[in-house]
């Protein structure tokens, strides 16, 4: 199987792919559109900023190509905030993957939410032998709110979209490759699809 991890220099990529090789499988990172194409997954993570994230993107061309990716493609914090129409954060234009806004937490709630909160309303095959309520890890200060393509949720002063999923697309706003024995779960549910 040939796992790709979308490198264009915005991502916390290394632990991903560490996560990826405890669990006996090789990723390959790549900005190459025809690396990409071929892949069997794809994933597609994203730490810091927003509009400097999809600059980088804009820059290798990987915004016309993620969207018509025909693969199972997993984005990760701001890579699934990426996948939305846009987001609030320097009021960035997404991919338009996921018909929905990302907006900023309010000041109810200490921001950014870092640390580890519970999922539930969980509806999607990322979730096989995961149960309600398990922990995940999070470091965001922007939230999806939920939709008809939210696949599980998390309170933080609100409900919000933890994970989102729309035909072969699935985001998570957790980091699956920092949340223990769930997280592995939750990646291993995402190689074997």
């Given amino acids: 199987m040939k796992i790709v991890i979308i490198n264009y220099g915005a991502g916390n990529i290394q632990s991903i792919k560490f996560a990826i090789e ?35 993107l804009k820059i290798s061309g990987l915004d016309k190509l993620v969207p018509i990716l025909k693969q199972p493609v997993l984005g ?8 939305c129409n846009r987001t609030e954060e320097g009021n960035t234009k997404g991919l338009g993957i996921f018909d929905v806004d990302v907006i ?27 149960d309600e309520n398990e922990y995940i890890y999070l470091v965001h200060s922007y939230y999806a709110p939920v939709i008809e393509d939210t696949v599980a949720q998390t309170y933080y002063g ?19 490759e920092k949340s223990s024995v769930i997280g592995e779960k939750i ?5 074997e699809l």
């Fill in 104 to 130: 900023r937490f309010n000041n109810n709630v200490k921001v950014p939410q870092i640390g580890w909160n519970q999922i539930d309303s969980l509806n999607s095959p990322l979730f096989t032998e995961v």
């Fill in 187 to 191: 990646l291993k549910n995402f190689l």
């Fill in 22 to 56: 405890r669990m006996g499988y090789q990723a390959i990172l790549s900005d190459n559109p025809e690396e990409i194409k071929t892949a069997d997954k794809v994933i597609f993570p994203g730490v810091g900023e927003a509009s400097s994230a999809m600059q980088k």
């Fill in 158 to 176: 609100i409900k919000y979209s933890t994970a989102l999923q729309k035909d072969n697309f699935y985001g998570t706003q957790f980091h699956p």
């Fill in 76 to 83: 990760i914090c701001l890579g699934m905030q990426l996948m």
